[in-house]
Structure formats: C-alpha cells, structure tokens
C-alpha cells in the first residue's frame, strides 16, 4: 500500500492553457474524490467517482473542469483555458469498497496560474 | 445550505496546555463527522471519526471529540499538547450523498 499519488506536485501555467492532473489511488480503493483547496480554507469538494462512474459535480465544477476515471483506477482532472482564480491546491482522495466514508489523502497538485 | 464551521482560526498553546478546538455543523440529520490533521509538509490523515454510538470517540496521539447532537457540535480536545501537535486541524462532515463538508481548519502552534 504505497498511498494516494498525485502528479505532477506543482504546476505553473499561463492563463488561458490547459492543465491535467493525475490521480492514482489506493489499489482495491473503488471511491475517489477530488477537491480544491485555497489558502486559509478547507478542502472544497468537486467531484466523486465509484469505480468509473461520476456519481457526483459540485456545482462549483464548471464547464472548464472535467474529470475522468476510465478503467475505475487512476484518475485526471482537466482545466481547460486556466484562469487566475483556477490557482489552488487540488486534492485527491479514495476510500475503501465498503464501510467507513474515511478519506486516503494524496499530496496535492499546487497550481499556480499567471 | 450545509457547511462545517470552526470557530478559531489559530491557536497557540504553550506545550502540556490543554486543547479544545470548536466545530459546528449545520444539517439536521444523520451525519457522520471527522476531524483530520495535516502536519506541515505531510497530507491530510485522519485524527478520528463519529459514525454512531458512544458519542465521545478517542483517535490516534490521545486525542478525543464529542458529538453533541442538540449542539451540533463535534469539538476536539486533548488534556496535554506536545509540540508535535503543531499542525492544522480539519473538522469535516458527511452528511448523505456522496460529499463531505471540511470547515476552514484551525492552525494550531505549540511552543515547546
């Protein structure tokens, strides 16, 4: 059990560019999540997968952010025509198939958009 | 709307103070709660997590919280922080669906 891991840890874009993300989680851990988190806030959530089916988009998953889980493994998370606003951390997480809903954080991708 | 409040952004402690971090949900019912830790430079993990019965739920490094249903609350304690206990605190609720609410968190900072 290596973790959650997320790639690339940092990423610096000029507005306007698209960014993907990548997300592996826990082997044998069907629920994922993503989240964004700014400066002096909570982890916001953004979108849930159970195996490869998107169950769940906050609202705040615009028409610009589109997320995916092919094979129900790894994920991606894509911003198209990034905007400053876009520059946070986002986060992934996964649980288990069943019991608790406890969350497996991964590090984070820090995106800082110019 | 639901959402997780944390009533203290920051908080210094001298080391062996004791702690009592406040947090507030706002949904009428079932929910299950959680409050994570994250260490500087490590993740988020999970400290501990309510999902039904005895209403105060002991976590991981001595630390405890109590869900107060008339109050709505679910606040952490721990009798004697270390100054490993620095780090931001994460109070968090699930409350149905698939999404879980995190408050703004608490930094916590204990001088050694």
């Known amino acids: 059990d290596t973790g959650v891991s997320q790639d690339p840890r940092h990423k610096i874009t000029k507005r306007g560019q698209n960014v993907t993300f990548r997300c592996d989680p826990i082997?044998?851990?069907?629920?994922l999540y993503w989240y964004r988190q700014t400066l002096g806030q909570g982890p916001e959530f953004l979108t849930y997968?159970?195996?490869?089916?998107?169950?769940?988009k906050s609202r705040l998953l615009s028409d610009r952010f589109s997320a995916e889980r092919p094979k129900g493994s790894f994920s991606t998370l894509e911003i198209q025509r990034t905007e400053q606003g876009d520059s946070a951390m986002y986060l992934c997480?996964?649980?288990?198939?069943?019991?608790?809903?406890?969350?497996?954080f991964g590090p984070g991708t820090r995106l800082t958009v110019l | 709307a639901q959402s997780v409040s944390q009533h203290n952004h920051h908080v210094i402690l001298s080391e062996a103070a004791s702690l009592e971090l406040g947090c507030n949900y706002s949904y009428g019912g079932t929910v299950n709660l959680f409050w994570y830790v994250q260490y500087p430079g490590q993740h988020l993990q999970l400290l501990l997590k309510?999902?039904?019965?005895?209403?105060l739920v002991k976590g991981i490094k001595g630390f405890e919280a109590e869900f107060i249903k008339s109050k709505f609350s679910f606040n952490l304690r721990k009798p004697s922080v270390q100054w490993s206990d620095t780090a931001e605190y994460f109070c968090a609720a699930h409350t149905g669906g698939f999404k879980t609410i995190f408050g703004a968190g608490t930094r916590l900072f204990v001088k050694a």
């Open positions: 997480a996964s649980s288990p198939p069943v019991g608790s809903n406890t969350q497996y």
């Open positions: 309510y999902f039904s019965g005895d209403p």
């Open positions: 997968f159970q195996n490869e089916a998107q169950l769940e």
């Open positions: 082997s044998e851990h069907n629920r």
